[in-house]
């Protein structure tokens, strides 16, 4: 099994309508990247704390009808988080949030997590907002202490980082305990880094997406592969990167083979699963809000009708 922690908030979408029309639709970096695991056919858990308001029951159901398991779900009676994405012309977005008393930051750390769990990804504002984020923290820590593959997206949020240097720091003292590094070549830019600097504090491979330029790993034995993006009519890039992050983990966890270090698999077809990646995020683009492809769709290589 997979284990995704983070947040599950509502992204309001613009839409066609009146001035300021807006749809609510489920999102949130992790749990997109639960539900994109789940559709993908892997055997996913989603650990978070979720509100009992019916925003929180809409994400629940989400999640239950792509097969994602729920026993590490925490709830609460504060309200859900919500962002506000707007979008350029190129379908890239840009997020407001509104968070102060809601119930995902509230998170707190469970037990240790089942047995038979072989991978663990985190990120974006769960990593930012306290008290959640020491629990989640503390979670990466602890689970990569006992050999799981862990993987990171930082999905930087400048609208929830009061502090920039205090937050690169810490993203530093992360990366020990962390063994694949995604990010977009947005985050690398806000993050001041390369991805030497970073292989070289910890993370056994660092994936960067570069939008319609692709993707590219690059891995601490000195190897890098980068494959095109998928040509498509796009709708809007919320939730492509989550896919990225759900295909990755797709694949790596479930790659046959002996185990190599950071709890991925040796040897790692880093083409093979970088494409795979790329089809995936490539399918999310085509439509609108965070809507990642069936397993079906992504054999077929286009939409289910």
Request: with cysteine; net charge negative.
């Amino acid at each position: 099994m997979i284990v995704v922690g983070g947040e599950a908030l509502i992204d309001l979408v613009p839409v066609e309508g009146p001035p300021g029309a807006l749809l609510p639709r489920p999102g949130g970096g992790p749990y997109n990247t639960a539900l994109a695991l789940g559709r993908l056919g892997a055997p996913v858990a989603f650990c978070s704390r979720i509100s009992t308001d019916g925003f929180g029951a809409s994400l629940l159901d989400g999640l239950r009808a792509a097969g994602v398991d729920l026993s590490l779900v925490q709830r609460g009676p504060e309200p859900t988080t919500l962002a506000v994405p707007s979008l350029a012309p190129d379908g890239s977005a840009a997020y407001g949030f509104y968070v102060e008393g809601t119930a995902d930051r509230l998170f707190r750390l469970p037990p240790a997590l089942p047995e038979g769990v072989r991978a663990l990804a985190l990120g974006t504002c769960s990593l930012v907002l306290e008290p959640g984020a020491s629990a989640y923290e503390t979670l990466l820590r602890r689970e990569s202490g006992r050999g799981l593959l862990t993987l990171l997206d930082p999905n930087i949020r400048p609208a929830l980082i009061a502090d920039p240097a205090a937050y690169r720091a810490r993203f530093l003292s992360w990366l020990p305990h962390v063994g694949v590094l995604k990010l977009s070549e947005e985050d690398a830019a806000w993050l001041g880094g390369r991805a030497g600097d970073w292989l070289a504090a910890g993370p056994s491979a660092v994936v960067l997406t570069r939008g319609a330029g692709g993707l590219t790993v690059w891995t601490r034995e000195g190897a890098e592969h980068s494959v095109p993006a998928r040509r498509v009519a796009v709708v809007d890039t919320i939730g492509a990167g989550d896919t990225v992050n759900a295909a990755l983990l797709h694949r790596l966890a479930g790659e046959a083979g002996g185990a190599g270090g950071a709890g991925l698999p040796d040897p790692v077809d880093w083409p093979g699963v970088l494409s795979y990646a790329a089809a995936a995020a490539a399918l999310t683009c085509t439509r609108a809000g965070a809507e990642p492809p069936y397993a079906a769709e992504l054999s077929a290589g286009r939409p289910t009708p």
